[in-house]
């Protein structure tokens, strides 16, 4: 009896949030953002870790955060050296990953002026990492691949993880094992426009 009742309660919730699931998704933010803003992120592949094997998923993930499909308030540059640029990509082993983990398809690392790192939640930051497991990424589905880096793009710009049990499947910051796109959505860009 005890379980049928959990089962309608169940039912009755999941017939209550049904209706909230065709609401636009709600990206939430990390707090800060680039001290310099996202109008011209200049980026750096680091091709001596092994990014190289990654620069045309990097490349489709840059065009794609700055040509969705609407407008986006994301520019960004290519340098040819990561001096005074704001976001570079190197590949890492899972060893540089928290507990070896594999499931760390990738990172983004915040700094501020002097190299320190930086908690985005507290303060602004100067310049990002994004760190791709290469471990777990080089036999991955590309699309999938591509959809990581957009994600850790995304973190760099100061966007957070949408709440699981909310609606937020369809966010490119969703985590890769409920995320249902691998593209930048509007919710997305919207996002920005709290921080910038
Ligand atoms: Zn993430």
Redesign the pocket.
Known sequence: MKNLKNLLFATILTIILMPLSVQAAVVPILGHGFTRGISRVSYYIDYNSGTGFYEYLIINAEHNWESPGWTSPVNLVAASSNSGTMLDFYAKPNSYFPEDNADYYGM?EFYDNSGNPVIPDYQSYVFTRVQINDDANHYRNATEVQGTIA??MG?TFGLA?PEVLSTNADSI?S?SWFRTVQTVQRCDTDALYKIY
């Open positions: 983004a994600h850790e973190h993880h910051m985590q």
